[in-house]
């Protein structure tokens, strides 16, 4: 059987396409470090966060170490407590570890110019750690349908100079 070269050529091509994008699914799902929401962060009772063991009222805490904090956040519709009525402050320097919940439904949780980004399911809590360098004000924001009010849900997170940090902010 004679292939014209042309059609060696588009099957080649075909093959090496396919080959790519297998290969890019792969990186993405295991190489770049993403992951999925699991039950690593813990469950809580989505009708009330705050009485589960492992996730506090929200807001920022003392983390376990000097210049680690831990912020609790409890999405709803169509807010973030704390974030959407009062900024979420934490001290420029500083690792911040974020506790995302939700009570109602699916959410998401990103900090808009970072690599923050989670879904906020009900039952479980979704763990994200960063450091934050310099201060700066970022926009947080709902990336997962959920609901008609689903475009004003948003927020807004302040990363301050050290010295202006009051430890008063901290819970």
């Known amino acids: 059987m004679h292939v014209h070269r042309f059609e060696r050529l588009w099957l080649v091509a075909a093959l090496a396409m396919i080959v790519l994008f297998i290969?890019?699914?792969?990186?993405?799902?295991?190489?770049?470090g993403y992951g999925m929401v699991d039950d690593t962060g813990g469950q809580v009772d989505p009708t009330d966060a705050t009485a589960s063991e492992n996730f506090r009222e929200p807001g920022v805490y003392n983390g376990s170490e000097p210049g680690h904090y831990d912020v609790y956040i409890e999405a709803?519709?169509?807010?973030?407590?704390?974030?959407?009525?009062?900024?979420?402050?934490?001290?420029?320097?500083?690792?911040?570890?974020?506790?995302?919940?939700?009570?109602?439904v699916v959410h998401g949780f990103e900090v808009v110019g970072t690599n923050i980004n989670t879904m906020a399911v009900p039952g479980q809590v979704a763990t994200v750690t960063v450091e934050f360098d310099e201060p700066d004000e970022y926009g947080l924001v709902c990336n997962e349908y959920c609901g008609s009010g689903h475009h004003t849900m948003e927020g807004s997170l302040h990363v301050v100079p050290a010295a202006q940090f009051n430890q008063t902010e901290v819970n």
Request: cysteine-free; overall charge neutral; charged content about 10%.
């Open 76 to 104: 709803k519709q169509f807010l973030f407590v704390p974030g959407t009525s009062d900024p979420v402050r934490v001290p420029a320097n500083s690792t911040v570890t974020f506790h995302v919940t939700s009570t109602d």
């Open 23 to 32: 290969g890019t699914v792969t990186y993405g799902a295991v190489g770049a």
